[in-house]
């Protein structure tokens, strides 16, 4: 409701905002009272910067719940997570660079083994090689099916993704994966009527693939989590913003893609080199949105110290922005993922935005400590981007 | 709708969860810039492991709204309390431990005076003392009427609780107490059709006492507050949990067993008492609620010091809980008494949750100061739950 609100509330301005992502920023200490990786991190730019800024702490998705990269970023992007599911088909497709469309209906695929009574015996074929899948793969791009469009793209080991566009596919399927082994696949059905088409499509593929494939190493395939891409509010649109993203893995290129973002390309793919895109490209739009993965990488594998590290390679890369004068700038990360759990986690995310509208607080350091005394509070992601829009002079009074 | 999906994100573990709520825990200075009743107790064990939890405030139901213990309690189990309303009958008949079924309808009532002509002329019937109206209970329960249980339990003074108990009975009844002297006692209407039957009866009950109690001090009685027990979704359901529950007051015993808690039996009437059934049941119980209930009987009586002293008494047995070494603390009241107040009211409820995966504030002191710079924020209390059981690691990851 207060989305709908706000949208009405937006006007165009001159006026350049920066928000750069840093993938799982949030983290724990390693003992009670300690620092946590944020705190650790020796980074005189990012101080410099907070002390002249209003910190606060973000609830991606709500109390207690630690969330994926998808809903946390639509979150930070201004969207209700809860609104807009981003299905397992789509996020598959959305991790290879796949640019999913409307009419586009993905799945994700495995590559399994069946014996000649067609029982399954191997769901994954052994985790084949990535070297040996891509193969088959290009086996799998054979099928044609009449009035439809077929993609089929490699993922890792035993997975691929099957993107199939054609107008008007529904996307309510069951699955041909029995998920145990000592059953046959099953076949496909649709869960509502726009899918008997996609159903029909979706069996087709499957006995085309079993034909093609009888003589290889792994002899069949399963397809689940039938997924459209959700049709989200475009930033164009809602925002009245002229957006650009910069991001090096297929999964938020395709989130930003989503929203109605102008994904870059970037030559490279260190931190550097995302920062050599934004100043290239920083006269063409007025919104940029910059990912930087390594923080989350780092602590999902445990690793503190390597965090700690890939915040001050991000430190040192900060004054690189500011050199450019934006007029706001937002630092946050999509969740938490502290090393300590060498996972994502509920706990709130540290939150930074710069303008010169607003109140500084002049705390001392960027960290979850200063955050939770921020004059921002405790508030959900999505709230971030109204603040920093108004503080870009892109929000009208309300009333009178 | 955020209850529903962090319902489907709950998942089981084997951890422990142990929830103590002191009754009425937030307070408020003698004087501005004074310590409040928590502020001024000296309380070591409580600091100590303040310093290592995370801090925060909760709001029960609104803002500006002071709440029984009733919907107070729901809303710190995880409920939101406007959704499950806990009639006036109800209340009476779980204040004396009555164990309320789905099929019994309650109902608050009073011994009343009425002149030969069957005008009120004293609707308390000058509060009789409860020894008295014990007596007339026993005649009331004399009462019986065809294919229907009739439970009468004395409350104190001229009160008393009324259970009728039948399949299908409805409660929406008008009352038959018209609120004033001088007019007589109404007869009880249905206001939909499945109460119909139990107007019925509560009027052929009325009947019944008015010959019974002819010749009594307290010649009439009056019914009000018909009300059935709300069904609320059940802990073992909804939190995966096998819970339990220790208080003294029937009260508290009911509330809990409303939402699916074993209550526990205590043996005497003290926190101590209460702490050694705890410890009893330590194995066999994966969460505990333990309710003290002094704290508010002392701030609703003004008494300023006397809460001082309970808040001691309660820090006193606090290391008994922590020599079990529970997984996840919750310390937090299920609404504030200030003794300045003699009332419940409105202020927020200082909070502490600690586990090994909170970020600890390394705030001094268990108290409201605390608590207002603490990084849980000013919270609503039924999210409470969802950050104890993450903390429990017992919720889900949302998406990918």
Redesign the interface.
Known sequence: MFDAFFRKQVIPAETRIAMLILDGLGG??RE??GR?ELETAHTPNLDALAKQSALG?TIP????????????HLSIFGYD??EY??G?GA?EALGVDFELGPDDVAARGNFCTIGQDGILTDRRAGRLPTSESTCLVEILRTIKIDGVELFVEPVKEHRFALIVRAPDLGAALSESDPLVTGAAPLEIHALDEPSRRTAWIANEFLAQARVLLQNQSANMVLLRGFAKFPVVPQYPDIFKLHPAAIAINGMYRGVARLVGMDVLEVDGTSLADEFTTLEKHWQEYDFFYLHYKKTDTCGESGDFDGKVAAIEEFDAQLPRLMALQPDVVIITGDHSSPAV?K??????VPLLIHSKHVRSDGLEGFG??AC??GSL??MPARHVMPIALANAGRVAKYGA
């Open positions: 724990l200490a009670p009272g946590t702490l998705i709500g109390p207690g719940i630690a969330t994926g990269s998808g809903p946390g997570p809860l599911e981003i397992r996020l759990l996972s994502h986690s509920w706990h709130p979850e400590s939770a005394r509070g405790l």
